[in-house]
């Protein structure tokens, strides 16, 4: 289980800020992000804006109004510093200030206007409000852009990081649970159920599905289609279905190449794409970007040695959430394939996470508009500000949530967990024979990757489960509700 207590003695935190916050942690880990971010931080950001040679602080200092101490600017200059968010040039009382990324549009002048509806909910730093601003301004009145390949080749695994240190270390708290140590995928295979049906639903949703929560269980769970909707969507959660299992059987052998990026997107735009022969290969065509002045890399042949770039930046980065957020930026911004992208990178998101047994990624309750800004804010202005608080605030949530699904649980049966293909391949053998399940049958289907002293207990888990099988949870073995209610009714004939 993830300890509050434990996380908010690590960063000695009050017990009061502490309790205030439904996660312990959301508090200091944006306090990490916004550091500077009060109401001294964005004046400095506007006045440094459109000065490429930076400032003194003599000059800010003068500039600024109300007035501050010294010894307050000199605190806020260091804490933006720090951040990323300024780099200091020269040294001593020479030293001048300017901005880590110019290109940023300038915070407004009252950060309390205008905000975004979803900043009621997400803690969003001043540059994540100025990237929201200006990719919400009317289309025409932002200038087109195409992919800048500089993004990606100056990002060096272990050197550059989107996260900062001590906000990776929090994040490790949070979502390492009790099964760090154990084989790739056991936390995951833990809460599956709830992990398909969650995670199928919610990135979904980010995609405009219009199926609810209860849909979705319904048609993960038992293969019932809600009446209204159209079958797009249904297919569309289906295949998320179909990814995340896939994520997590082989836990232990994926990494972020492009074997295993091609496979999700096969899995996740199956049925879904005009050219069925585009499902899990690079696209070969140009694409273009609806509600953005965004132009995507065109030729065939220059995306695929920047894909192969992406993919063995994304494999040498050390840290797991690095990793995640990582590829939740630069798989949108690349548009590798035809369609399907985003959903890529959200599920590729959870690899690095899964296979490391920390809390996988569901993105519940995350504001649409907050991630389609964030994903804009990558496109026009080649900046991950607000997405970086988009993915501290959805892992933050999935923690919660997660945390609280835990608590609920049963304890899994060990061999269930140890063994779950070979006994989907046990229990779709006996359905395929037709005949009545027992203890003799089952023994003889036993597969061979089955240990000979878990041998009894594997075949006395397969009674249970072929015992309890029925229509409604077929699909948890890979089988149609029809094909076991006909040996259903061929063991009672």
Not at 59 to 84: C, E, F, S, Y
Not at 412 to 433: M, N
Request: hydrophobic share 45%; net charge neutral.
């Amino acid at each position: 289980m993830w300890r509050d207590a434990r996380v908010a003695r690590h960063f000695n935190w009050r017990d009061t800020d502490f309790a205030r916050h439904p996660i312990g942690a959301i508090g200091p880990i944006r306090a990490m992000i916004n550091a500077g971010d009060d109401s001294i931080a964005p004046h400095l950001l506007r006045l440094l804006h459109g000065q490429p040679a930076g400032l003194p602080m003599s000059q800010l200092h003068a500039q600024l109004a109300p007035p501050v101490a010294t010894r307050t600017l000199q605190r806020h200059l260091a804490a933006l510093v720090r951040t990323g968010q300024l780099v200091a040039l020269g040294t001593g009382r020479a030293t001048r200030y300017a901005l880590a990324h110019p290109n940023t549009p300038a915070p407004a002048g009252n950060l309390g206007d205008d905000l975004p509806d979803y900043a009621a909910v997400l803690p969003l730093s001043s540059h994540a409000l100025a990237i929201a601003a200006a990719v919400r301004r009317p289309l025409a009145l932002r200038e087109p852009v195409s992919y800048q390949l500089e993004l990606l080749e100056a990002y060096r695994p272990g050197h550059t990081w989107y996260l900062p240190e001590r906000l990776r270390q929090s994040l490790a708290l949070l979502g390492r649970g009790a099964h760090a140590a154990d084989v790739a995928g056991t936390f995951a295979k833990e809460i599956l159920n709830r992990l398909l049906i969650d995670l199928s639903w919610a990135s979904s949703k980010l995609e405009g599905n219009t199926y609810t929560r209860l849909d979705t269980e319904r048609l993960v769970a038992y293969g019932e289609s809600a009446q209204g909707h159209d079958a797009i969507e249904a297919q569309m959660i289906l295949n998320h279905k179909a990814a995340i299992e896939y994520l997590v059987d082989r836990a232990a052998s994926l990494d972020l190449g492009p074997t295993t990026l091609l496979e999700l997107h096969a899995l996740l735009s199956d049925g879904l794409l005009r050219d069925p022969a585009a499902s899990g290969r690079l696209r070969r065509r140009a694409v273009g970007i609806g509600g953005s002045v965004y132009l995507p890399m065109a030729l065939p042949q220059r995306l695929e040695q920047v894909f192969g770039l992406l993919c063995a930046t994304a494999n040498a980065i050390p840290d797991p959430f690095e990793q995640a957020l990582f590829v939740m930026v630069h798989l949108p911004y690349l548009q590798p394939f035809e369609d399907v992208n985003k959903r890529v990178s959200r599920l590729a998101a959870n690899v690095p996470l899964v296979r490391q047994n920390l809390v996988p990624l569901a993105f519940l309750d995350l504001p649409e508009q907050a991630y389609t800004d964030a994903i804009l804010g990558i496109y026009e202005l080649g900046r991950i500000d607000l997405m970086r608080d988009v993915f501290v605030w959805a892992y933050e949530r999935s923690c919660q949530h997660y945390a609280a699904v835990e608590r609920q649980l049963v304890p899994p049966e060990p061999l269930r967990l140890k063994y779950r293909r070979q006994l989907g391949e046990v229990v779709r053998a006996v359905v395929a024979s037709g005949n009545p399940a027992d203890e003799t049958q089952v023994l003889a289907l036993v597969p061979d990757s089955v240990a000979e002293p878990d041998r009894d207990g594997f075949v006395q888990v397969a009674m249970v489960e072929l015992d309890a099988l029925h229509e409604g949870n077929a699909v948890r073995f890979g089988l149609s509700g029809l094909a076991v209610a006909g040996w259903r009714r061929g063991q009672t004939g």
